[in-house]
């Protein structure tokens, strides 16, 4: 892997920033790095994000937190390159500063709330969509931290997109990998790998917590509806001033209105409207749906980014 340990510093406008302490390349076009942030290190739980700023000219960009160490006074961030911001990212080098890192924001999981010892007695499994195993990480470390063994399950494209499967299997009870190209662990779909589990290894399961692209976790929520299994799901791929006042992640879970930035990220899975959620994030791909949202939010009263360019 490409590691880079860092000795140089950087300094922006005269006022010290926080420092990369290492960059790592996880698979094409996406990356992981280590921050120098005491006080979000200090204060961030499992489920929570945080928005990153690389200088003045930069878009806000919120990431769900990966890792941290209180006594490093790190955070761990991983994201995927896929606009001009994160492009910009992804140049920065070890020594360098981000302009801004706020957080932590957000809701921490709901399991982070619960008993110790009940939560130790349930069976649990976490399944991953490809970037989704960054904030899929931190909580099954946590759970591994008070005893709890949980099951978990990655997907991706292929071999080559997996991302922590090492960091993945130390902290795992059980962990199913699989691909959709079959070069590596079992072919198919996350959703096949579940079904699997429950109706062919008579797996029982008593939470499915499930993190990453809004289809997969669409299709997850279908399956565990079927099979009666609670499901929580992450709508922080919605996110885009991360701070609530533009309304770009307005999502109706359970009949009402929410906001994946300051009510989320996570939410009931059987709950969402996510044929709302999905036709949203589809008008954030283009200028013209960019604008559009941007007109319907200020005509409620928010004040929205989402039609101002730069990120995807």
Sequence with gaps: MNI?????????????????LSKRLLAPNIYLMDVEVPRVAKSAKPGQFVIVRVDDKSERIPLTICDYDREKKTVTIVFQVVGASTKKMADLKCGDYFKDFAGPLG???ELVYENIEELKNKNIIFIAGGVGAAPVYPQV??????GAKVDVIVGSKSKEFLILEEEMK???GNLYITTDDG????KGLVTEMLRKLVEKNNKSYDLVVAIGPMIMMKFVVKLTEELKIKTVVSLNTLMVDGTGMCGACRVTVGG???????????FDGHLVDFQEAMRRQGMYKTEEGKKLLEQQERK????CHVGLGGEE
């Design 4 to 20: 880079m340990n860092c000795k140089i510093k950087k300094r922006y406008g005269g006022i010290k920033m926080y420092k990369i």
């Design 107 to 109: 809701q921490p999981s």
């Design 141 to 146: 470390k946590w759970l591994n931290s008070i």
């Design 170 to 172: 130390k902290v795992a």
């Design 183 to 186: 070069s590596y662990g079992e």
């Design 256 to 266: 009402k209105t929410k906001f994946a930035c300051v009510d989320g990220p996570e």
């Design 300 to 303: 409620e009263g928010h004040v």
